[in-house]
């Protein structure tokens, strides 16, 4: 079984300052991870994904995130965020070693909205 | 740019009826989800569908949920019997291939009375 936590239900931050978005998961499998962004009366949409390789994967908009196995983490960051990104952001993590459509078999945080003030 | 577009964006029902989520996924996708996020809650995998038949299915999809691909095109979310705590935004999500990005709709919000 998988669970995702995201530490921060609300993350206040003011245009151009740097943000971070914490993940930490538990797993007794190996997954992989993925953070989504909901914008408002949109659908989820993939920003990144870790499947494997570098543990530092960069997304759209200028998002990147790091996977920390030691630390079961994959925090999302962004140098200097805008207005735009202001949205609600969604970890999820699924099953490594699953087969077929498992991949697409989704543990979601809870989510963390992101509100950019001018 | 294809999305997956889902109708309604919002019903709301009477306790007991039926109801039917339609999606319409990315043309050329092969693996189709539903899933759901309760107000407040976590968006959860209800069920995962491949070569017209039930890939896996969470706890929560007993038999008032069925889904169905009735003409290669939709793909269809029936909950039998409604109840109140069936209120939720319902996510539908299609992917191109095993391992393939998943790509969501907007959600239908079920609103249950």
């Known amino acids: 079984a998988q669970s995702v936590t995201q530490l921060d239900s609300q993350v206040p931050v003011f245009e151009e300052a740097p943000v971070e978005l914490r993940c930490n998961y538990s797993?007794?499998?190996?997954?992989?991870l993925f953070w989504y962004v909901q914008y408002p009366n949109q659908g989820l949409q993939l920003l990144l994904k870790?499947?494997?390789?570098?543990?530092l994967v960069k997304g759209i908009n200028g998002f990147e995130a790091e996977f920390n196995k030691s630390q079961t983490s994959f925090h999302l960051r962004k140098p200097s965020v805008h207005i735009s990104d202001t949205a609600e952001y969604f970890c999820a993590v699924s099953d490594r070693n699953a087969g077929g459509t498992s991949y697409g078999k989704l543990t979601f945080g809870q989510g963390t909205i992101l509100t950019v003030h001018p | 740019e294809p999305e997956v577009t889902q109708t309604p964006s919002h019903q709301v029902t009477q306790m007991g009826q039926e109801v039917i989520l339609r999606c319409v996924p990315i043309?050329?996708?092969?693996?189709f989800y539903w899933y759901r996020q309760i107000l407040g809650q976590k968006v959860e995998f209800l069920v995962s569908?491949?070569?017209?038949?039930?890939?896996?299915k969470s706890e929560i999809f007993d038999d008032q949920f069925s889904v169905e691909r009735p003409d290669g095109s939709n793909f269809t979310l029936k909950i039998r019997s409604t109840k109140l705590e069936d209120s939720a935004m319902y996510f539908c999500?299609?992917?191109?291939?095993?391992?393939?990005?998943?790509?969501f709709g907007e959600g239908s919000r079920l609103t249950v009375l």
């Open positions: 870790y499947l494997s390789g570098s543990t």
């Open positions: 999500a299609s992917s191109y291939r095993m391992g393939g990005e998943l790509f």
């Open positions: 569908f491949y070569n017209n038949e039930i890939s896996e």
């Open positions: 797993s007794s499998v190996s997954v992989y």
């Open positions: 043309s050329n996708h092969l693996y």
